[in-house]
């Protein structure tokens, strides 16, 4: 595709429940990640994955917090046993070739998740 | 640790004005430098980035910023305001070890009065 995709767009859910967001980077990027950005709040990084492996998972903020990407392309974040807190935009972003500075991730429109 | 703040949650200009968003890093090093832009219910879109050299840096849509290593800043400027240019704008740093770890202040919302 043109650009990074993500869905669901929203996904309302109850507190307790488990959840799958999916991001289709860009055709191509090898590097892919998952930030957070929460209501009046900067996105926060999550997750660096470097074609299937995650390289750098240090954002992830408890073991509620899961994400694969077992063809080195879509990406899924999952999480179980849902909170209130964890309402926010997930936003993904792909770049092309080893990640760091030089290249510029793409980002996606997010997924917006609210927890009842 | 580090850190990326944007003092200003809202600024409002008229169309035509200029514009300067304000942004500091704490950090130990220079580190990568970026403004971002989000426009409601699309993705973050890059206008620039500074890595070394000049310490001027063009961008996309007319804007630029420039780096003040002396002032820990990289502010945003524009001369010249159009209402397109309404989003929050985002600045970010990637430390020189993990600079694809973007840090993200906090963000500047722009209004511009016709």
């Known amino acids: 595709g043109a650009g990074v995709s993500q869905t669901p767009s929203n996904k309302v859910t109850e507190k307790g429940k488990y959840v799958e967001l999916r991001c289709d980077p860009i055709?191509?990027?090898?590097?892919l990640y998952w930030y957070r950005q929460s209501l009046g709040q900067g996105p926060e990084f999550l997750i660096y994955?470097?074609?299937?492996?995650?390289?750098?998972d240090s954002g992830l903020p408890n073991d509620r917090f899961f994400a694969v990407r077992p063809e080195g392309s879509v990406s899924t974040l999952k999480i179980q046993r849902t909170e209130r807190g964890d309402s926010a935009v997930y936003l993904c972003?792909?770049?092309?070739?080893?990640?760091?500075?030089?290249?510029?991730?793409?980002f996606g429109p997010g997924t917006r998740l609210t927890v009842l | 640790a580090q850190s990326v703040t944007q003092p200003d949650i809202h600024i409002t200009v008229s169309e035509g004005a200029s514009l300067e968003l304000r942004c500091n890093y704490s950090?130990?090093?220079?580190?990568?430098l970026f403004w971002y832009v989000q426009s409601p219910g699309q993705g973050l879109q890059l206008l620039l980035k500074?890595?070394?050299?000049?310490?001027l840096v063009q961008g996309i849509k007319g804007f630029e910023a420039e780096f003040k290593r002396s002032q820990s800043s990289f502010n945003l400027r524009k001369p010249s305001v159009h209402w397109s240019d309404a989003a929050e704008y985002f600045c970010?740093?990637?430390?020189?070890?993990?600079?694809?770890?973007?840090?993200f202040g906090s963000g500047t919302r722009l209004l511009v009065r016709p």
């Open positions: 970010a740093v990637g430390p020189m070890d993990s600079s694809y770890k973007l840090i």
């Open positions: 950090y130990g090093a220079t580190p990568y």
């Open positions: 055709s191509g990027h090898t590097a």
């Open positions: 994955f470097q074609g299937t492996g995650a390289a750098d």
């Open positions: 972003a792909s770049s092309l070739g080893l990640a760091g500075g030089n290249n510029e991730q793409f």
């Open positions: 500074y890595f070394s050299g000049d310490t």
